[in-house]
Antibody
Framework: EVQLVESGGGLVQPGGSLRLSCAAS????????MSWVRQAPGKGLEWVAN????????YYVDSVKGRFTISRDNAKNSLYLQMNSLRAEDTAVYYC???????????WGQGTLVTVSS | QSVLTQPPSVSAAPGQKVTISCSGS????????VSWYQQLPGTAPKLLIY???KRPSGIPDRFSGSKSGTSATLGITGLQTGDEADYYC?????????????FGGGTKLTVL
């Protein structure tokens, strides 16, 4: 069964840092682009970043450039999101998702909640 | 303000049909495939339609997709109460300066 499981969310103060992880199983992780997508409370989906199979290409939404870093470890079948200089507006559920394409996201993980608050 | 424009809400009675529109531009919908996602309350999004009009295995044929120019449409027939959810369109935006994924703001479907 193809599965993605996020972890690492929690409560952090403004200006703080957090590292999210996504454990992949049931497919050849190293063959796919991977993405992080977030959803603020009561809001819609916002793509955050993605990374190529070998990590050689990465793209970010403007609002996180210079603060967030996406990375992967194909030997560990894991995707990461290092989040620095966190702001209140970064509060959201963060989902990791496998890309097929770039044509679709399938599947999605269950999400991990990040709350930035003092 | 989302790059792709969807109506905030739609509603219809059980058994009826509903359509949800998604409007974009030449840099996104106009030149890339559109996918649709269903998000049931309290759950993660789930792929519903991909490549404009294809259904993943397990998605009933009550769900359909189409694309014309810079707009896409999701159709749902034979509405059921279990279809009440938020629906999102998504596509790649191939802007030369910074390619990125974009989503619509989401449409809340109410089955009356």
């Amino acid at each position: 069964e193809v599965q993605l499981v996020e972890s690492g969310g929690g409560l952090v103060q403004p200006g703080g840092s957090l590292r999210l992880s996504c454990a992949a199983s049931g497919f050849t992780f190293s063959s796919y682009w991977m993405s992080w997508v977030r959803q603020a409370p009561g809001k819609g989906l916002e793509w955050v970043a993605n990374i190529k199979q070998d990590g050689s290409e990465k793209y970010y939404v403007d609002s996180v450039k210079g603060r967030f870093t996406i990375s992967r470890d194909n030997a560990k079948n894991s995707l990461y999101l290092q989040m620095n200089s966190l702001r209140a507006e970064d509060t959201a559920v963060y989902y990791c998702a496998r890309e097929r394409g770039p044509r679709r996201f399938d599947p999605w993980g269950q999400g991990t909640l990040v709350t930035v608050s003092s | 303000q989302s790059v792709l424009t969807q109506p905030p809400s739609v509603s219809a009675a059980p058994g009826q049909k509903v359509t949800i529109s998604c409007s974009g531009s030449s840099s996104n919908i106009g030149n890339n495939y559109v996918s649709w996602y269903q998000q049931l309350p309290g759950t993660a999004p789930k792929l519903l339609i991909y490549d404009n009009n294809k259904r993943p295995s397990g998605i009933p044929d009550r769900f359909s997709g189409s694309k014309s120019g810079t707009s896409a449409t999701l159709g749902i027939t034979g509405l059921q109460t279990g279809d009440e959810a938020d629906y999102y369109c998504g596509t790649w935006d191939s802007s030369l300066s910074a390619p990125h994924w974009v989503f619509g703001g989401g449409t809340k479907l109410t089955v009356l």
